[in-house]
């Protein structure tokens, strides 16, 4: 999976949390540097098999000359088709980015919600396409374990970086978060 979000504590915090799902997953910061990638890994490729990326989770509000959404229109002509996700948390953005061949998911978004898109694409589930994904399950059981793994793994990961003993960063991390 490709990751395009110009924040790093919103692409560390989304990397863990799909790393937990089972996704191998490679964060770029900016969609030009994104459609770098992945017009190199296509050139790489020998089939559509070998190409590295099932689907890119892009931000829509990005530095650079290309938004996430002119990412999709790109990836709507690319070669091999990739599904594609958009989140945003700008209601402004939805108008346009129902007009491309992606999912679109608002900010904050529900985990549960997330993995059941992932799922089915991978499945090959067809979603109506310019459907804004809409929330699911919020208080069940899977989203309640698995937002508190992310939470875990997040915190470690914060606290390592930031060379904090570990215990105390969890739990001032946790505390913040879960408020």
Do not use: W
């Not at 999709?72 to 061949?101: H, K, S």
């Not at 067809?126 to 793994?149: D, H, M, T, V």
Request: proline share 4%; net charge negative.
């Amino acid at each position: 999976m490709l990751l395009v979000e110009d924040n790093e504590e919103v692409a560390a915090s989304t990397e863990a949390l799909l790393s937990m799902m089972g996704h191998q997953v490679t964060y770029v910061f900016n969609t030009d540097t994104a459609v770098g990638i992945l017009e190199a890994a296509r050139d790489r490729a020998s089939s559509s098999k070998n190409f590295p990326f099932d689907v890119v989770l892009s931000d829509i509000h990005m530095p650079g000359k290309l938004n996430g959404i002119d990412l999709a229109e790109l990836l709507e002509r690319f070669e091999p088709r990739i599904p594609m996700i958009l989140v945003t948390g700008y209601a402004e953005e939805f108008d346009r980015a129902r007009q491309v061949d992606a999912r679109v998911l608002s900010k904050p978004f529900d985990i549960a919600l997330l993995d059941s898109l992932l799922c089915g694409i991978s499945d090959g589930t067809p979603i109506e396409r310019n459907q804004a994904a809409r929330s699911i399950g919020r208080g069940s059981i899977f989203s309640l374990q698995l937002y508190k793994k992310a939470i875990h793994l997040m915190a470690m990961r914060f606290a390592q970086s930031h060379g904090r003993p570990r215990h105390a960063r969890c739990l001032i991390l946790s505390t913040y978060i879960t408020r």
